[in-house]
């Protein structure tokens, strides 16, 4: 398929080896922020193939996987009411809560749907007048303009039977707790391609000039990836922090600036807890008050929940870049995709999910 | 719901009170909101998160990146004495 299969070709992709390889000569600990280049990664073996000078550190970008257990017990307080009809994106419903998840409530009659489209949420709402709808708005800055639109269409078309239960984080935010942390050993970034087509590539800036750490966009098939990776090396061995850009065909720097001016109608800047790390300052968005009127947590009353994480679970070392899943005694054996204790270990996009998927064979010889 | 990959708009159309599009994923068609991207037209390509284009994939660029990493490594292929025998060659091609 056209833009997928070129960015595959493993003649292309040995010559990006060979001249990381080349550029290195010091040991260098590369983030990729993103749960999806994670998954391109451990997939494609390319932490594998790579010089053992370079490290690939995978980060916190898994929305499923940072959202605050207490957000997910909101959510299934909120969806076992018998008016409302809980809609949610696909990967949120494994996700284990105190007490059970979203496919235990629908198991127990709750009316929850998976929506591909935060759009088929409007559409609901519309149809069953008599009925609470309430859309699960998490994700990044890729998802949010969605989300948005949501709350815009729910607020122009005067639906009254219409909410999200809002937990929305923001990449620049999180990558500064990540640099700024005093064990950090994340000597650059891959900065996430799919967020910079929304947001630009500007925001970027004041954390290259803070920490002087190189930040790459990049994007999501294994030469964008592998590309990324030369391009922080190259800055790294040169001594030289900037922005680039290594995903073009994909992000301009100014952004999608009709979907800035949404999220800018909608929501606005908060402090956000992440599952695993803990409140990271001005790391999220909730709506404004001119749309919170739409807020579920209000409507619904369920704003006091509040519960601590399960101890047994590391999900926050692994989301932090201090420990690889394998190293997590539970890997495999109390945690795996069927019974997860954590969230890495249940979005398509996390890091424990990765490993379990591609590489538990290997890790379960080495181990053995 | 963060796994963005490429589609090509089939059909532009305008419903549920906004554009929407047809847009083809390697021979699976899904309904995508285009309030974000105006200005596509049928036949390019787009990145499609929770149903909404959010950017358009610019062929141009794609090439040069991938002319970019073709030439990685290829100085080095040809050992010092060709490279340097290559450059007369190389520009005489350019006049």
Redesign the interface.
């Known amino acids: 398929?056209?833009?997928?299969d070129?960015?595959h070709?493993p003649d292309?992709a040995r010559?990006?080896f060979?001249?990381i390889a080349?550029a290195v000569t010091k040991p260098w600990a590369i983030m990729e922020v993103?749960?999806?280049q994670t998954h391109a990664i451990i997939r494609n073996g390319i932490d594998q193939l790579l010089p053992d000078l370079v490290e690939l550190i995978h980060g916190p970008?898994?929305?499923?996987c940072v959202t605050p257990l207490e957000v997910i017990d909101k959510a299934l307080a909120i969806a076992a009411r018998p008016e409302v009809i809980f809609c949610s994106?696909?990967?949120m419903l494994r996700v284990p809560g105190s007490n059970g998840d979203l496919f235990t409530v629908k198991a127990a009659g709750g009316d929850v749907r998976v929506v591909?489209?935060?759009?088929?949420a409007?559409?609901i709402a519309e149809s069953e007048p008599d009925k609470q709808v309430v859309f699960f708005g998490?994700?990044?800055e890729?998802?949010a303009?969605?989300?948005a639109?949501m709350v815009f269409?729910a607020k122009?078309?005067g639906l009254t039977n219409l909410s999200m239960l809002v937990s929305h984080v923001l990449v620049p935010p999180a990558i500064e707790a990540v640099v700024a942390y005093p064990d950090s050993r994340v000597d650059a970034f891959l900065a996430a391609g799919?967020v910079c087509?929304?947001m630009g590539t500007a925001q970027y800036e004041p954390l290259v000039a803070q920490y002087q750490v190189p930040i790459v966009v990049t994007g999501?098939e294994p030469?964008d990836v592998l590309?990324g990776i030369r391009r922080c090396v190259l800055q790294l061995e040169c001594g030289r922090a900037e922005v680039e850009n290594?995903y073009?065909?994909?992000?301009?720097a100014a952004g999608?600036e009709?979907?800035q001016a949404?999220l800018a109608e909608v929501f606005e800047v908060c402090d956000r807890q992440w599952r695993g790390i803990g409140e990271i300052p001005t790391s999220g968005w909730r709506l404004s008050p001119a749309y919170a009127e739409f807020d579920a947590e209000t409507r619904f009353d369920v704003g006091d929940i509040e519960v601590d994480e399960p101890e047994a679970c590391r999900a926050g070392e692994v989301l932090q870049g201090l420990i690889k899943p394998d190293e997590c005694e539970q890997f495999g054996a109390g945690c795996t995709p069927r019974t997860p204790l954590g969230a890495t270990m249940v979005s398509?996009?996390g890091a424990c999910s990765a490993y379990f998927q591609y590489r538990r064979l290997a890790t379960a010889a080495t181990n053995g | 719901m963060c796994l963005g990959i490429p589609g090509r708009i089939m059909e532009i159309r305008h419903e549920r009170h906004t554009t929407m599009a047809t847009v083809d994923f390697g021979g699976v068609t899904k309904d995508v909101c285009l309030a974000y991207l105006p200005d596509v037209e049928v036949g390019e390509y787009t990145i499609v998160h929770a149903g909404f284009a959010i950017t358009r994939l610019d062929e141009e660029s794609a090439l040069q990146t991938l002319a970019m990493i073709g030439e990685l490594g290829i100085i080095e292929e040809l050992g010092p004495t060709e490279a340097v025998e290559a450059e007369p060659a190389s520009e005489e091609a350019g006049q």
């Not at chain 1, 970008?61 to 499923?64: H, K």
């Not at chain 1, 591909?116 to 088929?120: A, F, K, Q, R």
């Not at chain 1, 073009?248 to 301009?252: F, G, S």
């Open positions: 398929m056209k833009y997928l070129e960015f070709d292309l010559r990006l060979d001249e080349e993103c749960g999806g970008g898994c929305p499923v994106f696909g990967d591909y489209s935060p759009l088929d409007v559409e998490v994700g990044f890729t998802t303009p969605a989300n639109m269409q122009q078309r799919h087509a929304v999501f030469l590309d290594a073009p065909r994909a992000v301009r999608n009709a979907a949404m398509s996009e």
